[in-house]
């Protein structure tokens, strides 16, 4: 939803019987000197002099301009100036207790150093932002969940992150941004399904990310508008890479929570699968379960963006597609689409189905 | 499965060019005696490995082992004769689009062209054909539609759907103005011209997913095409996607004029809903059907698609979508049926000559 001017009042939605989960908070830091206490003195030097190389061009801010200052809500800077989701007290204010938020699942977007082009620069921040979540969040607010942010273009330091992390309640997921530099169902990523599924972590896929390659298969796009569509294709990319790579054949228990990607298109994608599956088994004999039964066994979708179709029974007609255990509400704070969730979830969708997305789906998924 | 209806239109039929030799007497000895000298191989593509079962039906292969899919009497015999197919639209996807050499790439599509007229229209006048378009420059491409503009056999014209850069940008403009001047609907096909990865997040390993791609390829096509404003400049473009699949098209539109209202001051130019602009410009090919064959899903599908205007009906001979007799979704009634056989194409192909609809 796009919010214009958020609700004044604070409240919970009253479908939300089985806890009110948000899986897509982002915490950011005041400035990256945030993560200096957490870095040795080269990465440090490096961070301060260099700093972040996403393959992309631009130094600061990124190469489709947002619709608005760090693609924020205008009221989410924090009554000293501080920038948005930077501070846990007024995030609090703002989103957790405003909105009767039980558990916040915590996405940190850049400056993280996922999908940095040097991987020692990227392995060594992942590890300072991990350590910035659970000083500066977790243990200053009890509701929030810290997500295992990895070097992904690194698998086995991802993997050595992963496992160091595993046991701790405070992380709930393994994160990942969508944009990877090779399709992530490619072999050269199967450290972190490992050690993911070992450690019995969800792996959070965010919609965002840098892969250096063009964001459409016909070059680059123009406009802001085709970045945001285009993630909806970037993800089906990576569905399509994990299920003919044989990912889920390999990795039986791995859950993934595929988070901002929409979910509108995914039946479509298992449809396309499944189609194309009996014409072309002689390539892919590794593949024992059709397409669609992978997806639906082992993906999740999260709501924000929810796609708003003319008629109410067609998003309807979408989500059981999908599944109904399988969505999960999630607020995007403090993003200008962020969605209020008394609002986000529409009031046709059934009460116990709601509920089941308020809550129920993240508690399973996420075993909180 | 039920026959399909008098005057049915296929629009979506692939000769394959049995090699380069077959185009030799179109082109101009420049690059006709290039093939030679040079040693070049051939211009079939990976978009469709020509040994792969997705690329020819095991039963369209000739069992003595020589080509599939050449010449119009294999045409007749396994399409137009048996399923009663009143037109059918030719499209060959032989590799010219993928040729960096510019002038070269424009030769050898003339030549293509030429070819498609001389072996496939000359021969049956069931069949039109597409003016494929040589995308790497501009001014190739908009010489080429005026070229062949003028024969009526000609109905559209077509190119790949993963090209060098979106399709909607600029610099295409006058080619699409040129379509427009003449009557002629774009026709977008799936492919890869292969100067960008199958997927935004790089080269796939297998051939299932460089296929799959299609998929991602059309939504951005269409998104590039909405918002740089190609619709509001030229708002009598008609835009037909082959090949595309259908189940995509409605949650791709759904998200799409969602994010329209909300960033919708960056593309100030469009100033229609993409649902409307595509629900008015755009068809699409039935094959591949990307849905389970259950009659109860197809008919939400329909729903979501909101219109019967959309769909038109294919074969996408030689491709192997479907066994046996021509199929389309399970519970479609006979006035859709008819729509999608016949009506829709009728009315997106305006060069189609009534007279022939018995």
């Known amino acids: 939803m796009n919010v214009i001017r958020p609700e004044a009042a604070a409240g919970r939605p009253l479908a939300a019987t089985q806890g009110l989960i948000d899986v897509d908070i982002h915490p950011r830091v005041r400035s990256v000197k945030d993560f200096d206490p957490y870095l040795s003195a080269e990465m440090r030097h490096r961070l301060h ?21 760090l693609a924020s809500r205008r009221d989410a800077w924090t009554p000293e100036g501080g920038t948005p989701a930077s501070d846990p007290a007024f995030t609090a204010t703002q989103h957790l207790d405003f909105h009767g938020v039980d558990i916040g699942v915590l996405n940190p977007l850049q400056p993280s150093g996922q999908g940095d082009m040097n991987n020692p620069f990227s392995v060594a921040m992942a590890h300072a932002v991990n350590e910035w979540q659970l000083d500066q969040w977790v243990a200053v607010d009890g509701r929030l969940r810290a997500s295992v942010v990895v070097p992904y273009e690194d698998a086995e330091a991802s993997a050595a992150e992963i496992r160091k992390r595993a046991g701790d309640p405070r992380f709930c997921q393994v994160l990942l941004m969508s944009r990877t530099s090779h399709p992530l169902g490619n072999p050269k990523y199967w450290p972190i399904f490992e050690a993911a599924q070992e450690a019995n972590l969800p792996i959070g896929i965010h919609a965002f990310g840098y892969s250096g390659w063009p964001m459409t298969n016909g070059g680059w796009p123009s406009f802001y508008i085709e970045e945001v569509s285009e993630h909806a294709t970037s993800c089906q990319s990576l569905v399509n890479s994990m299920v003919i790579e044989g990912v889920f054949e390999r990795f039986r228990k791995l859950r993934i929570v595929l988070i901002e990607c929409g979910f509108g298109w995914l039946p479509s994608v298992a449809w396309r699968l499944d189609k194309l599956w009996p014409t072309l088994r002689d ?28 008629r109410p029974e067609q998003l309807l007609d979408c989500m059981g597609w999908i599944g109904w255990d399988k969505i999960l509400y999630a607020s995007d704070y403090p993003h200008w ?32 | 499965m039920t026959a399909l209806p008098l005057g049915a239109v ?17 082109l101009d000895p420049l690059w006709r005696d290039q093939i030679s000298q040079r040693g070049m191989e051939g211009f079939e593509t990976q978009s469709y490995p020509p040994n792969a079962p997705k690329t020819v039906r095991d039963d369209w292969r000739p069992a003595d082992g020589s080509k599939p899919a050449c010449t119009v009497e294999q045409l007749r015999a396994q399409v137009l004769e048996p399923w009663g197919i009143s037109r059918g639209i030719v499209t060959p996807l032989y590799g010219v689009q993928l040729v960096f050499n510019e002038d070269m790439a424009a030769g050898f599509t003339r030549a293509l062209n030429d070819w498609t007229r001389a072996k496939f229209l000359d021969e049956d006048a069931r069949l039109a054909a597409s003016i494929i378009l040589p995308m790497f420059n501009a001014e190739h491409a908009v010489a080429e539609i005026e070229r062949l503009a003028s024969d ?31 009557d002629l609907p774009l026709a977008i096909h799936a492919g890869s011209c292969w100067r960008n990865p199958v997927t935004s997040l790089g080269w796939a390993s297998w051939y299932m997913e460089d296929y799959a791609a299609n998929q991602q390829a059309f939504q951005s096509t269409l998104a590039s095409l909405i918002t740089e404003g190609v619709f509001s400049k030229f708002p009598t473009l008609k835009v037909v996607l082959l090949e595309s699949g259908v189940s995509w098209l409605p949650a791709f539109l759904w998200r799409l004029s969602k994010t329209w209202k909300g960033v919708r001051f960056e593309v100030p130019w469009v100033d229609r809903s993409p649902i409307e602009i595509v629900r008015e410009n755009v068809r699409m090919s039935v094959q591949p059907f990307d849905a389970p064959e259950d009659a109860e899903t197809v008919d939400r599908l329909m729903n979501h698609l909101g219109s019967d205007e959309m769909l038109l009906w294919s074969s996408d001979w030689p491709h192997w979508q479907f066994d046996g007799p021509p199929r389309l979704p399970p519970g479609i009634g006979p006035d859709l049926m008819r729509k999608i056989c016949v009506e829709n194409a009728r009315a997106t192909y305006m060069r189609l000559a009534w007279e022939t609809v018995p």
Do not use: C
């Open chain 1, 49 to 69: 002099t260099y700093g972040n190389r996403p393959r992309h061009g631009f130094v600061k801010g990124t190469p489709y301009f947002k619709s608005q200052p």
């Open chain 1, 283 to 310: 390539e892919v004999p590794h593949l024992t379960r059709a397409p669609s039964e992978q997806i639906r066994e082992h993906i999740w979708v999260s709501t924000q963006p929810v796609e708003e179709p003319p």
């Open chain 1, 337 to 368: 689409d962020f969605d209020d969730p008394r609002h986000a979830i529409p009031s046709y969708i059934p009460e116990a189905k709601r509920a089941a997305i308020y809550g129920g789906n993240a508690r399973r998924v996420y075993g909180f």
């Open chain 2, 10 to 26: 296929d629009v979506d039929l692939h000769p394959m060019v049995p090699g380069l030799a077959a185009l030799e007497p179109f």
């Open chain 2, 152 to 182: 009526p056999r000609f109905v559209q014209a077509m190119v790949l759907v993963m090209g060098e850069t979106p399709l909607g940008r600029r610099h295409n403009w006058p080619i699409f103005e040129a379509l427009v001047k003449h």
